[in-house]
């Protein structure tokens, strides 16, 4: 079986990147393709899960903790491997496009690397951290950081421990990530903004596409 194209998407919570991996399924799908899509957030709740953590409990800081003790078990790329070992395993008809969301630790870009060589591309979705802050809070989700959704000040504080790495050597540091980034996907504006620019760079990887 041929190999996918496997785009991941790093970037701060709330900076649009469920919204982008929305818009390249979209984009797929009007080219007549499918695109399977995964998070790295949904291997650290597995793991959760796993643990006996019940869902109703998770928040952010739980999560990245568990993150961390992943990474310190089973190495930096940790969630990587399990999301390729997904891919690999993948029922036919297997998607020639896999979107992977969430990627915050450079070991996880290694990884990916390693297991798709030319196939992997990297994203970075990017918008200022107050910027990101007001969605956060106006989100509202609820196993967000109570901290975070105290005010904008306290959301950029945390927002900007994660984009510099301060949490821990083996925790988020969606800088570094977006450093290593083979594209860059602004958003800055509305919705529909991103959505055109997600055509966009859509448009731009067709011919990797096609090279299956």
Known sequence: MNAPLVIALTGLPSSGKGEAAKALQAAAARDGRAVG??????????EARRRGVAQESFTREMLSRIGIEMREAEGPGVLSARIAGRIR???APRPAIFVADGLRHTGEIDELRRAFGERFILVSVEAEPSE????????????????????EAHAIRLLEQELNG?????????GLCARQADLRLPNHGTLEELQ???????EGLRGRMNCE
């Open 89 to 91: 395993d993948w029922p």
């Open 37 to 46: 899509h995964l998070t790295f957030s949904d291997q650290i709740k597995e």
């Open 132 to 151: 990101i802050a007001r969605r956060l809070i106006a989100r509202n989700r609820t196993d967000e950081s109570p901290d975070a959704l105290r005010s």
């Open 166 to 174: 301060q949490l821990s050597a083996l925790g988020p540091n969606v």
């Open 196 to 202: 055109r620019r997600v055509g966009k760079l859509y």
